[in-house]
């Protein structure tokens, strides 16, 4: 990694003494650590000597936490030169007891004058780091902090790796956690035989190795990518990892990074379904965002599988298609190398459907916080290159929000917009619709219609506050009129992660969502009230999963239902995350709309090389 990078992995390197004493007091106060209280105001560890498996102990809170030790012994097994700046050593005597991991990070803040192979003594403050903080929920990482290092010799052999396989990987995910320390799995002592999470934390700070794996995660921009060792778990056609419940968070994955310097040795490109091949050894570190993470000394080398971007067919006559993509904070300051991207997606692998549904339109000023909102250029910059990729000139509809208070990035303004191919597909303009005016439904000629077209859905619901608020159309399409809501709920910003202390994980963002849903199935109601057999199509970015309650509660009395769920398991997703392809984007429709094609069309996630993190989702059907 350069030495210009500061990798997420340290972003709050500094907090360490905050952190450290908020998740010490915390565990003293919930009996979680070892020992007396006695013990626990000494500060300094007992006189015989303090082995390794000492300072980890056999929960995931070190015994020794706040105490100074003297003279540990081990021999050096990773050195990291940037960022959290440290190394890695481990004792090469184990204790036997398969709870108690034999290695430990020292964390030096400036660069270690170490180098792997060195035997040496540490004497330091054992601590506990919760990498993003406490209230992050993240577990904390064992370290000894404020080091003395003494070389005793070097070029000795590195004791041999751990292999992490399929065979070592308990296939149960995590304890449940004790309902007297709120739920936190940080004083359950720990089973490595029975859960994954387990397993992991007694190899953490251990030199470990994994064999020839496929990857399920792509390399990111942070020079990291994602593994599974269960080459069979949960997989699909593509080589990914489908998370399909709360319960296959899929035990096999793990994240790689590498200690080598990028000047040195460039991190491998590779997407979903390649191959990690060979060796990949180093220390077992965890971070803040992944958890688990194998740092290399030794990376494999990537086998290119020939993974390709997939083209939905185009729709038949009498079909209409509808889709739903999220552009990524879209702004007429991006290169036009991403619109020509974006746009050929459109033309090519979208087969330019009817009506688009675009998430994440800025303003035309982007991320400059001046007062902008509309985002009309933004539009034609983008709706013109569609045209110059050989798609339609579509037209647009959308309606502006008010200055920031709709979330993402600030002074952006996200929004989405509706694009429609005119030849094809009509829009009913019925005017007055605005940030703050809510559209209605009204009963015309024995049919539904909106009192403003396009308009927002019940923008003053507090379910919306600093949240993008729904966009509703009404089109016609072949003398039928169709109803369509474009979304883009509120982020997972906030919930802890599947490696939380917490088990299960806390997942706060869903109650907006889930009153965000609720408002939009109120919407669909009033619609189906008016007119029973109407066509409504609500899709977006709804940033839940397709079991989620979110889900549930909008196709709560059978109003929607979700499309994606019309494809084989293995095939729901449209993100990728942490080496999970699971579901964010979605299309529901109502009752009336019987036979469809769904498709989720994968373009994006899986690939390092992204014009977006999302999939575009496409339904066809005949109104």
């Known amino acids: 990694m350069p030495s210009s990078v500061v990798p997420r992995t340290t972003a709050v390197t500094t907090a360490v003494t905050t952190a450290v004493t908020t998740v010490v007091a915390a565990a003293l106060a919930a009996g979680l650590l070892a020992g007396s209280a006695n013990a626990a105001d000494d ?5 015989a000597q303090v082995r390794i498996h000492d300072i980890q102990g056999s929960t995931r809170i070190s015994p020794l936490a706040g105490k100074q030790v003297a003279d540990v012994p081990g021999i050096v097994t990773g050195v990291r030169t940037y960022g959290s700046r440290g190394f890695w050593f481990q004792d090469p005597e184990a204790d036997g007891d398969a709870a108690t991991s034999e290695g430990v990070f020292v964390f030096t803040s400036s ?4 180098a792997v192979g060195d035997r040496v003594t540490v004497s330091g403050t054992v601590t506990e780091y919760v990498p993003g903080g406490a209230s992050s929920g993240n577990q904390s990482l064992t370290e000894i902090t404020k080091p003395t290092v003494t070389v005793v010799s070097s070029g000795n052999e590195v004791p ?7 065979w070592s990987v308990p296939s149960e995910y995590a304890p449940e956690g004790d309902p007297a320390a709120g739920g936190s799995i940080n004083g359950l002592p720990l089973a490595p035989r029975t859960y994954a999470l387990d397993y992991y934390e007694s190899l953490e700070g251990t030199n470990i190795r994994v064999g020839t794996s496929r990857v399920v995660g792509a390399t990111d921009p942070h020079a990291e990518l994602w593994v599974t060792v269960k080459p069979w778990e949960n997989d699909n056609r593509r080589g990914g990892t489908v998370y399909g419940s709360y319960e296959s968070q899929n035990t096999g994955r793990l994240q790689i990074q590498s200690l080598i310097p990028l000047a040195q040795q460039p991190f491998p490109k590779a997407n979903v379904g390649d191959v990690l091949a060979g060796t990949t050894e180093g220390p077992l570190d965890f971070n803040q965002y992944g958890g688990y993470t194998l740092t290399a000394r030794t990376l494999g080398t990537v086998e290119d599988r020939g993974l390709t971007r997939e083209r939905t067919r185009p729709q038949r006559n009498g079909e209409l298609a509808v889709a739903t993509y999220n552009v990524e904070n879209l702004d ?6 991403k619109f020509d991207a974006l746009a050929q997606a459109v033309v090519e692998n979208l087969a330019s459907p009817d009506i688009l549904a675009l ?3 800025q303003d035309d000023t982007g991320a400059d916080n001046d007062g902008t909102v509309s985002a009309t250029q933004t539009v034609k910059k983008f709706t013109d290159a569609i045209v110059a990729a050989g798609g339609p000139a579509y037209e647009w509809r959308s309606v502006d929000p008010v200055n920031n208070e709709d979330g993402g990035q600030p002074g952006g303004n996200i929004r989405q917009v509706f694009l429609f191919n005119p030849e094809r597909v009509s829009f009913t303009d019925r005017a007055g619709g605005d940030a703050t005016t809510a559209t209605g439904v009204v009963r015309e000629r024995g049919r539904a219609a909106l009192t403003l077209s396009p308009g927002r859905i019940d923008p003053a619901n507090e379910a919306w506050e600093d949240s993008r608020k729904p966009l509703a159309g009404e089109f016609t399409f072949r003398g039928r009129t169709v109803f369509v809501v474009a979304n883009h709920f509120g982020s997972k910003g906030g919930d802890e992660s599947l490696v939380s202390h917490h088990q299960p994980p806390n997942r706060s963002s869903e ?3 889930l009153k965000q849903a609720q408002a939009v199935n109120a919407f669909v109601k009033d619609v189906l009230d008016a007119d029973h057999k109407a066509d409504v199509v609500v899709l977006g970015d709804i940033n839940d999963f397709e079991f989620s309650q979110t889900t549930k509660a909008l196709t709560d009395g059978g109003a929607l239902h979700p499309a994606i769920k019309s494809l084989p398991r293995s095939e729901r997703y449209s993100y990728v995350y942490q080496g999970n392809s699971q579901v964010l984007d ?11 094609s769904y498709d989720s069309v994968h373009i994006n996630a899986e690939f390092s090389d992204q014009n977006s993190d999302h999939d575009p989702q496409v339904l066809r059907f005949r109104p």
């Open 111 to 114: 660069t270690p004058k170490v």
């Open 359 to 361: 998430e994440e339109i």
């Open 160 to 166: 041999a790796p751990v292999t992490v396989s399929a």
């Open 43 to 47: 500060t300094t560890a007992g006189a």
């Open 586 to 596: 979605q299309i529901l429709t109502s009752p009336s709309i019987r036979d469809f």
């Open 332 to 337: 007429p300051s991006d290169p036009q190398e």
């Open 511 to 513: 109650v907006q969502r």
